[in-house]
């Protein structure tokens, strides 16, 4: 599946829309390395999505769009992280 997809499906990110622009600020990492929206993703993967005020850090752990949209867990949190107003410089 599509990382921008699958953003979206696992409701990491509301939009694919949305995700397609984080992809393309390189704010998304897959396994560490800047990606394009284009780019797909298998379970296993580690993505790191840095939000304005978070960032977040899982495992794939399905990629099925069909399971996905039954409602079944997309992914493992690893680390997530909170930036407090003084760490913005």
Same mark, same amino acid.
């Given at each position: 599946? +599509? $990382? &921008?997809?699958?953003?979206? @499906? *696992?409701?990491? =990110?509301?939009? +694919?829309? %949305?995700?397609?622009?984080? $992809?393309?600020?390189? =704010? %998304? +990492?897959?396994?560490?390395?800047?990606?394009?929206? *284009?780019?797909?993703?298998?379970?296993? &993967? $580690? =993505?790191?999505?840095?939000?304005?005020?978070?960032?977040?850090?899982? *495992? %794939? @752990?399905?990629? &099925?769009?069909?399971?996905?949209?039954?409602?079944?867990?997309?992914?493992?949190?690893?680390?997530?992280? %909170?930036?407090?107003?003084? &760490? $913005?410089?």
């Amino acid at each position: 599946m +599509r $990382i &921008d997809k699958y953003l979206k @499906i *696992s409701h990491i =990110v509301k939009r +694919r829309s %949305v995700a397609q622009e984080m $992809i393309a600020a390189g =704010v %998304v +990492r897959l396994n560490g390395r800047p990606v394009k929206a *284009s780019s797909m993703v298998k379970v296993g &993967d $580690i =993505v790191e999505v840095a939000f304005p005020r978070r960032t977040l850090k899982v *495992s %794939v @752990i399905c990629n &099925d769009e069909l399971l996905l949209k039954k409602g079944n867990r997309s992914y493992e949190v690893l680390e997530e992280h %909170v930036v407090e107003h003084k &760490d $913005i410089p």
